[in-house]
């Protein structure tokens, strides 16, 4: 009963942000200066041309008009038709998401496969110098910036040893190798960098639980080694590295805007960059609109996260 | 090990130590903690270690069960009855092998002792499958519930399947006992088992201890403030103070005719009636001087006879 508590108001919470995200960014889009018409037809269209296309995009109507037709159309789907391009946004948003998708979930899954075994190990042999070693190397990927990494990457992997491409995308259900080829230096560019952070907060995690009286009451039945860490630590130092890996998750969804551009490829950061230089106003609205639904959709699941690794959040 | 009888009174009894403590230092590379003590604890014997804080008990217990804290040695002798190696030598490894096997230990603070995301069962019962006392996962667990039944806990069944957080202190405390008795331990050390229950549920843990002790034949070592406590359950008293062993004996010739000015003192700061013309509550300064200027080498008050490691050793030391 609690535990429905709990998550039914997290819901409502998710709900209300979503709605208040979605006048922040209408809002701000609106009071941006430029009117979608006339940029369309120039400077020097006459006023009565302008006036028809403004009818047409429908931006003459009242703002809470505009909102509520902009937001019933993302209920379903319909992002609107690009003022520029005068294609649907939706199916282009969509295409884009996935790309995007791809390079944010396998980088976190690089993240986590180097930083829970790197971070667990260094926290456990904090005192010697194969976790002194783990540390100072979390801390050097961690000053490097995604995009100087993306770099080094390109020189070393697809100049000096020419064994991957330095950029592009290929869709994987036309090429399956290809596909992973063009996948592998931006996935870890972002990747090894999250890593190297998600890295020293596993050992902190780890470093407190380790100090907990019940890793001593676990020590005092006759547990030692590995079965301390899977029955005792990882339980327990995952809460808190659930919390940094919700914010990391968004934190890459930002970072592969940087990423797509030095790779060249077409995710929704390039769809983003390249709808602002040409002042696609509705592309950018949509794509702003769900990015912030993904980083409060990951929010949402942290938060049930919780309830699952913490038994004293399920019951009072 | 051979046990010299001769200097034995008569009619006088003495069974094969559980634990013989000789020599023990404790300390952080320039500091001593614990100064060279020594001991044994006899098998099935119920001994108090009494002390103020800083005294030294925490670190005696927790260096007989390899438990010290970083930065912290242990140097000297600690041997158990059935151990082949020296405990102050021993390897982590070696270690793991005798906790919750041959010695457990009852900690203080029953409120963060238990694993919050684990359920109390199978807490219980993963000492018993790490050392393969009972077969298979399902056994462990019965005898975990049997466990949780034999301390008491109000509705054991419910218990077994609850989180630490649902439950309360002493029930807490239950669990910890039920942990430690688990693998019946030769020596069970309890580090002030009851002092952070309330006074009711501090006599039912106590007379769990006891029972719990006596029926698998175990040797206790008890630390406490509480000389009332010791008066209970417990046969011999060691004294602690400065990091050493200042008295030992029979707790009621202890607490009735103390020899060392410290322990005259904690008895008598310990009646709360008493106080001097001026109403002033006797203090432990009226008896003993800080440690500091305290002497070097305090005496060793109380009778070989007690339980002095020398001597029930012998030449096998």
Same mark, same amino acid.
């Given at each position: ?42 400077? =020097? ?17 009242? %703002? ?9 159309? %993302? ?8 003022? $520029? ?155 808190? $590295? $659930? ?27 390039? %769809?983003? %960059?390249?709808?602002?230089? =040409? ?19 990951? =929010? ?17 | ?317």
């Amino acid at each position: 009963m609690d535990m429905l508590k709990y998550v039914g108001t997290r819901f409502v919470i998710f709900v209300v942000s979503i709605f208040v995200a979605s006048v922040v960014v209408f809002g701000f889009m609106a009071v941006l200066p430029g009117d979608p018409a006339v940029v369309a037809l120039g400077v =020097n269209a006459s006023p009565d041309a302008v006036a028809a296309l403004r009818a047409e995009f429908g931006t003459d109507r009242p %703002l809470a008009v505009q909102y509520l037709d902009w937001v019933g159309g %993302l209920l379903t789907g319909d992002f609107g038709t690009s003022y $520029v391009t005068r294609n649907p946004i939706g199916p282009i948003i969509s295409d884009r998401l996935a790309v995007t998708s791809w390079l944010v979930l396998c980088a976190m899954a690089v993240a986590l496969v180097t930083a829970l075994p790197l971070g667990t190990l260094s926290a456990l042999r904090h005192r010697k110098a194969s976790g002194l070693a783990i540390s100072f190397g979390s801390q050097i990927g961690i000053a490097i910036p995604a995009f100087v990494m993306g770099i080094a990457l390109v020189y070393v992997f697809a100049v000096w040893l020419r064994v991957l491409p330095s950029g592009g995308w290929v869709v994987p259900i036309q090429d399956p190798g290809g596909f992973i080829q063009h996948l592998v230096l931006p996935v870890l560019s972002l990747g090894l960098v999250q890593g190297a952070i998600l890295t020293r907060y596993v050992r902190s995690a780890t470093l407190d639980v380790m100090r907990e009286d019940y890793i001593r009451t676990a020590r005092s039945k006759g547990l030692s080694g590995l079965p301390i860490v899977t029955r005792h630590i990882l339980r327990n130092s995952s809460i808190p $590295v $659930v919390t940094v890996l919700g914010l990391q998750l968004t934190t890459l969804l930002i970072g592969a805007v940087v990423i797509e551009r030095v790779f060249v490829v077409p995710g929704l950061g390039s %769809l983003l %960059l390249d709808s602002v230089a =040409n002042r696609d106003l509705l592309t950018v609205q949509g794509v702003v609109m769900v990015l912030v639904l993904a980083a409060l959709i990951i =929010n949402f699941v942290v938060d049930i996260l919780y309830t699952v690794l913490d038994p004293r959040l399920r019951s009072s | 090990m051979t046990v010299v009888t001769s200097s034995r009174p008569e009619g006088v009894t003495m069974k094969e130590p559980a634990l013989v403590v000789e020599g023990l230092n404790v300390g952080t590379g320039s500091t001593r903690l614990v100064k060279n003590i020594s001991f044994t604890i006899r098998a099935g014997e119920r001994v108090g270690l009494i002390g103020e804080s800083g005294s030294g008990k925490s670190l005696t217990v927790t260096s007989i069960m390899g438990l010290l804290g970083e930065g912290l040695t242990a140097t000297g002798s600690i041997r158990m009855a059935g151990v082949p190696h020296d405990l102050v030598d021993a390897t982590q490894k070696q270690f793991a092998a005798l906790r919750g096997r041959q010695v457990a230990m009852v900690f203080q603070e029953p409120m963060t002792a238990l694993n919050p995301t684990m359920r109390v069962l199978d807490q219980v019962a993963e000492g018993m499958l790490a050392h393969g006392t009972a077969p298979g996962k399902r056994q462990a667990r019965e005898a975990a519930l049997d466990l949780l039944r034999k301390v008491q806990l109000p509705d054991p069944e419910r218990a077994a399947k609850a989180y630490p957080h649902q439950m309360s202190g002493g029930q807490r405390q239950r669990v910890v006992l039920a942990i430690a008795l688990a693998n019946d331990p030769m020596l069970l050390l309890c580090d002030e088992p009851t002092t952070a229950l309330d006074v009711t549920v501090q006599a039912q843990m106590l007379q769990l201890i006891l029972s719990g002790v006596r029926e698998r034949g175990s040797a206790l070592l008890f630390i406490t403030h509480d000389l009332a406590v010791v008066a209970t359950i417990c046969e011999r008293l060691l004294v602690m103070y400065g990091g050493r062993i200042v008295e030992a004996g029979p707790v009621q010739r202890v607490l009735s005719a103390p020899q060392h000015p410290y322990t005259r003192g904690l008895l008598e700061a310990s009646e709360l009636d008493a106080s001097d013309e001026n109403g002033r509550l006797p203090t432990m300064s009226d008896h003993v001087r800080a440690q500091s200027v305290y002497t070097q080498d305090p005496e060793w008050i109380g009778d070989p006879e007690d339980g002095y490691a020398k001597v029930i050793l012998g030449g096998a030391a």
